[in-house]
């Protein structure tokens, strides 16, 4: 019998995530395009927290585009950022004009 398992799914890191996302703030509005990043256990994790970020930050509807895994910390602003507040736990959302 295995008892521990040898395989790549065991991460020493936290699983940071991105998603890129168009959202609303006002019904028939003009969308803003996004970027959130945070930590989650899964994608579906992700996906709640995502939407459930994106309301308490009031917008109204959300389109989520894609779902990815960051694998290293990016160098330039304001992802950086993002993915150290992701790192302390934050969902970070990065507003694009």
Known sequence: MITS?????NRDEPMVFIVIAKAYETEGGEPIDLHVMLTAPDDDTAVRMTLNALSEEGFLEADLDQIGMITGAPDEEPHASAYQ???EGEVAIIRFA
């Open 85 to 87: 507040g992701a790192l």
């Open 5 to 9: 398992p040898d395989n790549d799914n």
